[in-house]
């Protein structure tokens, strides 16, 4: 079954989370008979199954927990990786600014641990479609266990093959390109996406973003908009309200930009030019 | 019909974006036979309806325009409104962080505008649910067009009245508060929401979060988290790349916590009060 | 006379500031039977004389003022200029990490309108010294007017002239480049700086920043630091604090760098290699 | 003698610094005969006496050091401290908008270890004075001994003392406050501060800003100027230019002030009210 975030007590089958002291968490399925051994005592599944979410719960030998669903943004944190996972800042910035959606489809390069396969496979819900191309057998591997663990494998294609060597699927809404090199891959991209339609590449350093704004333009993309995202964090203390001390400063920068079919009429050249300067100044 | 970002070619019904130099965009429904009356010359409608997304066209005085599909981001900053809308960057974190997808019901105060009742009722699909207070008729008035317009009212409930009166709904898997004193509101956001579901508040002052800190404390909320999304944007000019000169620098705050069920054992009393501190610390 | 932040009261000769509503404020000498004509009223200099700083004066239709001392930030924020001045924040930053202090010998190129010469010589005091290169006699003298008029032309030598040419001076404690293509002056820069010696450049871009760390590691410079400065404002209602709504992104990115005198032994150019990466991750 | 960053030689007497592998600093006075232990072996003093600034030199078991005059953010970094130290970002700022230079006269409340006593009295020169007080003994001890180690005890006058006692000083230029509770001084700020003084305050928390905020206003302190610092350092290689994942993301809210003498004259309490407002919006 899929996983969700309905439901207002843990029934078999449901991930739950038991979430203790210093934020040690444990993700895992409710299994009728099942045990759950943490380093402080074992909780039986049974005892779980039924109550309502929320609820303190305690180990054998004592030791104190919440029983939660698990959030997105911990679902995300929990899975197995041999790659950076993007962070629930980033990944909810780019489902916004790209409108994904129920019934969308979104093709995917490449796929990594999956991370971002399963948050737009949750997005687009049970009627969209999300395509992702891998070239390592291993990451592939891995991104289909973390997908079904969550029930979501059905609705994603995982394609075993470099997008280098052309994209079969046409006309999809959007694409997201997560791979170090995506300057070399803009006009498969445009082929694959359909007219008008979004894309976001995301890279770490800015010579990979010059790159990439040059292939962008060269493929008649526009509309372009390059931006971080920061998140900063609070210490929840309501009388010494203050910033943390330290935060995460860099992930990646993401650039998105609409595939765009210009004539050849030169006022719409100097249209499209003005398109990928300056708009978001003073936003 | 229901908007949506579908499709490779303009249709009568559809919503379409006119976008010009300087930026300037226009966002109607394509009707047969229609005209749209821009400043630079007039656009008919039957010469957009079968174009691909994307394309360039021109006004009858010769100005060039790009004929797209609004985004999501468009279509929230576009809203006739008379209060402060949400911006994309929060929308995006809130959506993310509460793990708001397909199928979920979601109670909101206040609907104001309703830009996020929109982005709740476009993320939660046709087989979610929105439920959204406001005590001002004609605020309440203006957010059902605006919901109409984009075919997303049949999604949403839209109450008037004050949640400080009583909330009928119950067991709701998320809320999000946005009004000006929500630290008065808690104990009817706990009774409203299930066991474990996920409350999000949006203020702009420090002086609020402190308030609602208390508040959350005291009615059994915990894994309270308070923080700022910051967007950076830079000029997309692959040769001198660098951030724009100015930025939104402030727009709220978002504080996320979860409803808990502790009981009266102490060793959970002790696990809550430290689920309340620190989490965030160097993430 | 030299401007200064001493005495307790208004003299004949200092620099005076009004402010006034709106945040309207005028910087100019005091001068014996002297008048000033504010948008709202005359004041009569002889009135302000001899009056404590910071007191409240009206002109001769009764507009309100207070009467200050200009800060280093006000004067340098008022200088007659013709191009992008450097912003106290950058300068405050750029002073203490390189330790410009009382009695310092300072380069800089290009001059400009003078804001950091200005910076610099009130930093360095009396016994310090300023040389600064300009190639554009129009900004020469325009600095050369605003050092004279806060009395501290004698402190600068200004040259007119441009670096690439040659620099005749050597041995200098600290130097800083400010020019749009500072990385073609590099072993100039080295030419003049002491061993051991402080060097910062300031560029807009992130191009020239990497144009920048090349040329300074073929020179021999390590301890290689780029940052930006970032000032955030908050509105100063006790009650309703909060960030401002917007803020400067953008000013510029901060290289600083030392002049090293590496050997040929391979374990120091090892250490050299690795005083490049990374010292500041983290900080 | 006076530490300074004069001179193109390492002399005796003169403060030296020796970086090695992994960023591993000492700084030790020169003593002609004198030998430095490092983990990686010894340095003889007199094989440094004489070099250049810079110069590459090796300890007796072959580890590579360079041979630096410290930065004055290096010797604030590597103070004896028992408490937190201000950061260069907020020193360099701070002094930038007071206005320190040579010659100032400065009041600080509370000494703590000494490193803004240290930065204002290099800042204020020969002919500048900083009076500092400090409550607890072995912290004034504790500064006293960094002050003498750099040669700069003879510009500081500590006291021990409360200041809520009084103050004995008056007509200072400007008073820089970094205590706990700094809103419970600020009449006796007022007494020592001369008219039209600058004022500034250093506190962790947005409770202690908001309470600081309300004793200036209740004694006649106008523009007053709330703001934070913030540092963001970038990985310094030219191919793979992008932010360090993590920077320090609070030290403290930085609180500017003017003493102001108001009339009587309503005018002039409008326009004071107004000086305290919005100010620093958008700049």
Request: with cysteine.
């Amino acid at each position: 079954m899929i996983w969700n975030l309905h439901g207002t007590h843990a029934r078999a089958g449901d991930l739950a989370q038991l979430v203790g002291l210093r934020h040690k968490n444990f993700i895992f399925p409710l299994v009728e008979g099942g045990e759950y051994h943490t380093h402080r005592g074992i909780v039986r599944h049974d005892d779980l199954i039924g109550l309502p979410w929320g609820t303190q719960v305690f180990s054998h030998t004592g030791a104190a927990y919440f029983l939660l669903q698990p959030s997105l943004a911990d679902l995300l944190l929990s899975l197995k990786r041999n790659t950076q996972i993007l962070y629930p800042k980033d990944i909810g910035f780019i489902l916004t600014t790209m409108g994904i959606g129920p019934g969308m489809t979104v093709l995917e390069a490449g796929t990594g641990s999956g991370s971002m396969t399963i948050a737009l496979a949750y997005a687009v819900g049970a009627e969209g479609k999300i395509i992702s191309y891998e070239v390592r057998p291993e990451m592939q591997n891995l991104a289909s266990k973390n997908l079904s663990r969550l029930g979501l494998l059905e609705r994603a294609t995982l394609h075993l093959g470099d997008i280098g060597q052309g994209i079969a699927e046409t006309d999809v809404d959007a694409f997201f390109l997560d791979v170090p090199n995506p300057y070399d891959y803009i006009p498969q991209v445009r082929g694959a996406l359909k007219p008008g339609g979004f894309f976001c590449g995301l890279v770490p350093t800015v010579n990979q973003v010059a790159e990439l704004l040059h292939a962008l333009r060269r493929n008649k993309f526009a509309f372009i908009e390059v931006c971080e995202v920061l998140l900063r964090y609070y210490k929840p203390e309501p009388l010494r309200l203050r910033p943390t001390d330290r935060m995460v400063a860099h992930t990646g920068f993401l650039t998105f930009a609409r595939r765009i079919e210009p004539g050849e009429d030169p006022r719409g050249a100097a249209l499209m030019a003005e398109q990928n300067v300056d708009k978001t100044e003073g936003e």
